[in-house]
């Protein structure tokens, strides 16, 4: 299904930010109910444990001819969960008032768009996609949206959308988890020591629950790291850095 | 450390949406649900590899110009100069690999 409209005479591009800020809202949203749901969670346990403690906070009595008021442990553990409440309490106030916010913000969004009925039940999909997505993938919001509203199966393609954020997502995940790799395998400091370390303390392990026998058995694995590292180091082009010699660094001095 | 490009590896989701490439005129660009329309690949597959591509230099995206009132702009994307070598060069290093490397030639070998 091809839309020809695009090929009309080129016009200075409209500002659909507010839109995209719209769906963006809704994203913004979707994470302030999310915090939401922790602080209550939190403040329920806090409730729980003051109607547990009951009145044994703040015990008032006589001590040596002299009135006193005194709190024992469990008193100062209740006094410390109140403090957590309120501080709770105060951030769920602040939550409410800033999703209440975004939600006006969403709704008047999802009006500009004129979505119909049957369309905003793929907004919540295309906001939690945008959401997974991250900040740096909001602008996708206006791509995915025209594409969403021009399929004839909003919900199904919707779904997909959210499928493909969550992998975009993980492909971050490992990327990032390759950078860490690769500084670790620029060196070999970084690489053999906690390899190392981790390598012997297997095979002392080894050694001490079932004898010199078994731990010689661990060499083997030793040399596969060793092999697995340096061709790991070769796939990913990494060339390890020369430790500078004394005589380098006289030179220098 | 500069990021360096996403590696691209020809699976075969990504040469269906770069043989798509290929027989589509840079006039004529393409856009994320017209993809999946054309290669039959869902929305999950073809905007994660759009992204990959995009970020390994492979396909250029651009906003839509001269767009309707009713609705937002497209991401149009078309295939860099870039991207045709490097296709053509991994599909020329694959129909290599497929080869076998001792077989009968008929007629004999004759170097």
Known sequence: ?253 | MPEPPPKIRLTTTTRLVLDLFLTTSPDDPLWGYRITEETGLGPGTVYPLLERLEKAGWITGSWETGLPEDRPRRRLYTLSGTGRQEYAALQAARARRRLPRWGWVPGGARH
Request: glycine share 10%; proline share 5%; hydrophobic share 45%.
């Open chain 1, 1 to 253: 299904m091809r839309d020809k409209s695009r090929i009309s005479a080129p016009q200075p591009p409209n500002d659909r930010s507010t839109d995209v800020k719209s769906v963006a809202n809704i994203s913004i949203a979707v994470s302030n109910v999310g915090s939401i749901i922790v602080g209550a969670i939190t403040l329920v346990i806090v409730a729980v444990g003051r109607a547990v403690v009951g009145d044994s906070v703040i015990s008032v009595g006589v001590s040596d001819g002299v009135p006193s008021v005194s709190i024992g442990f469990v008193g100062e553990v209740v006094v410390a969960a109140a403090a957590v409440g309120v501080g709770v309490g105060g951030s769920i106030i602040v939550n409410s008032v800033a999703f209440m916010t975004f939600i006006g913000n969403a709704v008047r969004g999802v009006s500009r768009l004129r979505l119909t009925l049957r369309q905003t039940r793929v907004a919540a999909p295309l906001a939690v996609a945008v959401w997974i997505g991250g900040r740096s993938r909001r602008w996708q919001a206006e791509p995915w949206e025209v594409d969403l509203t021009t399929s004839p199966r909003p919900i199904r393609y919707s779904l997909g959308l959210v499928v493909a954020a969550t992998r975009m997502r993980l492909y971050d995940l490992g990327g990032l988890l390759v950078k860490v790799a690769r500084w670790v395998l620029a060196s070999n400091r970084r690489t053999w020591w906690p390899l190392g370390t981790l390598l012997t303390l297997a095979a002392l392990n080894i050694h001490l629950s079932q004898g010199w026998g078994s731990a010689f058995y661990t060499l083997p694995g030793i040399v596969g790291f060793h092999l697995g590292v340096e061709w790991l180091r070769h796939r990913w082009g990494i060339e390890v850095k020369p430790k500078p010699s004394a005589s380098d660094l006289g030179r220098d001095q």
